[in-house]
């Protein structure tokens, strides 16, 4: 149980176009999804926690007009880059929990290379 | 501000050492601890988690962790490594306070030669 699932795993785009992320839980309704990035050889760093039918909390740093999540429903949320630059390329990865439980799960993680 | 420090950028090993890897984190109030590993080409996975009770955790593949709450530490133990261990691991740590974010440490490279 607890499967996070995202995608796509490997996305590659030009600068300037935008692209979408897909988070989804599998067997479970997740209250709260997170968005991390990670580098190369680095930590995770939040960006931004998503509440089901909420506007998400962005980290300090992160532009939300840059960086578009919509959390729609229990099982699904999004994470747009809007007009993608080569310092977006990195690993984006989701998480997710529900209300009451002490843990995230996580999802496998998305490649951005944007060109 | 709250933070996780990981000692060990990188450790190598050979198979059937010891291990242990450090991690101590900056906050005064109640935490839930987690150790998570990262195989090459994957994802996150939980090792193991400490929220309360015995401070000596037990996690899978043969690792276990103390919480050490007067030196603020969560170190990641295992007797001895297998190749199969080689991977990138994380200890995290979530202040357990209304909006409590879960915080990375910077993560340790374990690379274990056969």
């Known amino acids: 149980g607890a499967v996070v699932s995202q995608h796509p795993s490997r996305v590659i785009c030009k600068s300037g176009t935008s692209v979408k992320i897909e988070c989804r839980s599998l067997d479970f309704q997740a209250t709260t999804m997170f968005w991390y990035r990670q580098f190369p050889k680095q930590s995770l760093m939040l960006m931004a926690t998503s509440n089901e039918g909420s506007k998400a909390t962005y980290e300090q740093g992160v532009e939300k007009d840059k960086f578009l999540i919509n959390h729609a429903s229990l099982t699904l949320s999004t994470l747009t880059v809007t007009s993608a630059h080569p310092e977006d390329s990195s690993f984006y990865i989701c998480?997710?929990?529900?209300?009451?439980?002490?843990?995230?799960?996580f999802g496998p993680g998305t490649r951005l290379t944007v060109l | 501000a709250q933070s996780v420090s990981q000692h060990n950028h990188h450790v190598i090993l050979s198979e059937a050492a010891s291990l242990e890897l450090g991690c101590n984190y900056s906050?005064?109030?109640?935490?839930?601890l987690f150790w998570y590993v990262q195989y090459p080409g994957q994802h996150l996975q939980l090792l193991l988690k400490?929220?309360?009770?015995?401070?000596l955790v037990k996690g899978i593949k043969g690792f276990e962790a103390e919480f050490i709450k007067s030196k603020f530490s969560f170190n990641l133990r295992k007797p001895s490594v297998q190749w199969s261990d080689t991977a990138e691991y994380f200890c995290?740590?979530?202040?357990?306070?209304?909006?409590?974010?879960?915080?990375f440490g910077q993560g340790t490279e374990l690379s274990v030669k056969p």
């Open positions: 998480s997710a929990s529900v209300v009451g439980y002490n843990e995230q799960f």
């Open positions: 400490y929220f309360s009770g015995d401070p």
């Open positions: 995290a740590v979530n202040p357990v306070t209304p909006g409590g974010k879960l915080i």
């Open positions: 906050y005064g109030g109640t935490v839930n």
